[in-house]
Structure formats: C-alpha cells, structure tokens
C-alpha cells in the first residue's frame, strides 16, 4: 500500500492528483508487533520466575 505524499491518500499504485507514492505501513501493525514484543518478554519474565 501507498500513500500520496502530496494529499496523503491511501493509494495502491498512483495517485490520481499526480503527486508521488511513498510506502505506507499501516499504524496498526506496528503497534500490534510492538505489544506482541512485551507479551513474550512478560510471558518469559514470569516463565524464569516459575522455575
Ligand atoms: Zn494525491
């Protein structure tokens, strides 16, 4: 996915006001692999407690 760098659409290949595609990463995916970091991080942090 792409975003117009002029009007900021979301955009799949060219934006039709002819301004320049950037790559777009959606926020969510990134937050959502961000949380999943500190789940396992908790998740051994209390695995290493238990042993
Ligand atoms: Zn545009």
Redesign the pocket.
């Known amino acids: 996915m792409f975003k117009?760098?002029?009007?900021?659409?979301y955009?799949l290949i060219q934006?039709?006001?002819?301004?320049k595609a950037v790559p777009a990463e959606p926020p969510k995916f990134s937050a959502a692999d961000k949380y999943g970091k500190y789940r396992r991080m908790a998740k051994s942090f209390n695995y290493a407690k238990n042993q």
Request: hydrophobic letters at 15%; a positive charge; aromatic letters at 0%.
């Open positions: 117009c760098s002029a009007c900021g659409k955009i934006c039709t006001c002819g301004g």
